[in-house]
């Protein structure tokens, strides 16, 4: 019965290295990797919303027409 435990460790010692071969586990280095690529150019800059000058806010309609007529009514009084 002494000897059960070591013999069970040498079978499984002999599987392991049938089933792994020495050289194949994860402490071996791994392949070399193919040709680094350098990275493509970024495009140039470009603002958000696709224009180079601000926007004009009195050049675009109003997004709540009531709050123009409340305004002028307020400035008139």
């Known amino acids: 019965m ?3 435990i070591p ?3 040498a079978r499984l010692r002999s599987w392991l290295d049938r089933r792994f071969p ?3 586990g994860p ?3 791994p392949p070399p990797a193919p040709g680094a ?3 493509p150019p970024l495009p140039a ?8 000058e601000p926007l004009d806010g009195d050049a675009g309609a109003l997004v709540r027409p ?12």
Do not use: I
Request: hydrophobic share 35%; no cysteine.
């Open 45 to 52: 800059h470009r603002s958000p919303y696709g224009l180079d």
């Open 22 to 24: 020495p050289g194949a």
């Open 27 to 29: 402490g071996t280095t």
């Open 66 to 77: 009531y709050l123009g007529d409340a305004l002028l009514r307020e400035a008139a009084a």
């Open 7 to 9: 013999r069970l460790a």
């Open 2 to 4: 002494t000897d059960l």
């Open 37 to 39: 690529r350098p990275a």
